[in-house]
C-alpha cells in the first residue's frame, strides 16, 4: 500500500497561483472568452468567472484607466488653419496645475501622437531626436513597443545639459530602448568656439555619415528654445550667458530649435552663432516629412511663432495660454 502525497500550503498556493496567472494571461493578453478558457483547463465557465475575479482581488492583474489628456480641439484647428501644419496638440489647463504639470501633460499629447504614427513610418525608417524638457517629457510619456525596432539618430551635438536626462545621447538611448532599436550618438559639441574648428569636424568621415544619418530620418522630435533669460535652455547649460543673450535679441533672434537661432519670420542665414553650430541646418529640417516640436510657456510665445513661420515643424505641441498668445502675437505682427 502506498502512502498518500503530501503537499505543503506553499505548493499548494504556488501551484493556485499559476492557474490564476494562466486564466489572467489568457483572458486579458489573449482576449479569450471565458468559455474558451474553461474548455481548455477542462473547467466550468463559472469556474473561470471567479478566478478572474481572485486574480484582480489577490493583485495578480491590476487593471488602471487611463484618463484622456483634456485638449483644446478649437485652438488645435487655429493653429492648423493659421500655419498649415499637419497636426497640433494643445493641453487644456487649468490655474491650479504647476508648471511641471502641464509639461508633463503636454509630453502625453506628444507621445499620443507618436504612439499614433510610429506604425506608419516606411519600414526600416529611423527617428531624430534632438534634446530638453519637452522632448524628454514626450519620450518618458511614450509606450515602450520593443518589437518595432526603430532606430534612433541624435541630430544635433551633445548639450552638456546640467541634467543629463534632457541632452541628446540619453534621450537616444532611452527612446531606442521603448522601441527596441539601436540609438546613434553624434559624437560632438553643439556649439565650438571657431567656424573653422566646425569645417574639421564635420569633414570627419564619421561625422559625416552621421549627419547624413540625421538628414535622413522619417520623424524627429524637438522642442524650441529662447533667448529670454528666464526660459533660457542654452543658458542654464551654460554654453549662453546673459549678455550673450542679449546680443542675439539685438540682433533680432527671437528663438532656436535644433541650436539654430531665427527671428520672428524663421530667417536665420544672418546670424552667425548659426556658424558655430554641430548639427542639422535648419533647410535640412523642412525636409523631414514629419517634425514634431514640443514646447511651452509664454516666454516661447515668439520663438514658436517664428518656428511656424519658418516651418520648421509639421506639428506642434503646445499648452492652451501657449497656444493663446502665438495667436494673438501672429495677429499684431
Not at 466550468?44 to 471567479?50: L, T
Not at 499620443?112 to 519637452?134: E, F, H, K, N, Q
Not at 522632448?135 to 548639450?159: C, K, M, W
Request: net charge negative.
Amino acid at each position: 500500500m502506498t502512502n498518500p502525497i503530501n503537499h505543503t500550503s506553499e505548493e499548494i498556493r504556488g501551484d493556485r497561483t499559476e492557474l490564476l496567472v494562466t486564466v489572467a494571461s489568457l483572458y486579458y493578453e489573449l482576449g479569450q472568452n471565458q468559455q474558451q478558457i474553461a474548455d481548455r483547463l477542462e473547467t466550468s465557465r463559472s469556474s473561470v468567472s471567479r478566478m478572474i475575479k481572485e486574480a484582480r482581488d489577490l493583485g495578480i492583474v491590476e487593471i488602471r484607466i487611463h484618463r484622456p489628456v483634456n485638449r483644446s480641439y478649437q485652438l488645435e484647428q487655429m493653429l492648423i488653419d493659421r500655419f498649415g501644419l499637419t497636426d497640433a496638440y494643445v493641453l487644456l489647463t487649468n490655474p491650479e496645475q504647476r508648471e511641471e504639470e502641464r509639461l508633463a501633460g503636454v509630453g502625453r499629447l506628444a507621445a499620443s501622437y507618436l504612439d499614433r504614427v510610429l506604425g506608419l513610418l516606411p519600414s526600416g525608417a529611423c527617428i531624430g531626436i534632438a534634446w530638453g524638457t519637452g522632448v524628454h517629457a514626450a519620450i518618458s510619456a511614450l509606450s515602450e513597443d520593443r518589437n518595432q525596432q526603430i532606430d534612433v539618430v541624435q541630430i544635433l551635438g551633445s548639450v552638456g545639459a546640467a541634467n543629463p536626462l534632457i541632452d541628446g545621447p540619453d534621450l537616444a538611448r532611452l527612446l531606442a530602448g521603448k522601441l527596441g532599436g539601436r540609438y546613434f550618438d553624434l559624437h560632438a559639441p553643439v556649439f565650438v568656439e571657431q567656424p573653422a574648428l566646425r569645417s574639421l569636424l564635420l569633414n570627419e568621415p564619421s561625422m559625416r555619415e552621421g549627419l547624413q544619418r540625421a538628414r535622413s530620418v522619417a520623424l524627429a522630435i524637438t522642442g524650441i528654445g529662447t533667448v529670454q533669460e528666464e526660459a533660457a535652455s542654452f543658458l542654464r547649460a551654460g554654453h549662453l550667458n546673459p549678455e550673450a543673450l542679449a546680443d542675439l535679441r539685438s540682433q533680432g533672434v527671437v528663438g532656436e530649435t535644433c541650436g539654430r537661432f531665427f527671428d520672428i519670420h524663421g530667417r536665420f542665414e544672418q546670424f552667425a552663432i548659426n556658424e558655430r553650430v554641430i548639427g542639422i541646418d535648419l533647410p535640412d529640417l523642412r525636409q523631414i516629412p514629419r517634425v514634431i516640436a514640443v514646447a511651452r510657456g509664454l516666454p516661447k510665445a515668439k520663438s514658436i511663432l517664428g518656428a511656424l513661420r519658418g516651418r520648421y515643424l509639421t506639428v506642434l505641441a503646445t499648452d492652451d495660454e501657449t497656444a493663446q498668445a502665438v495667436l494673438e502675437l501672429a495677429e499684431k505682427e
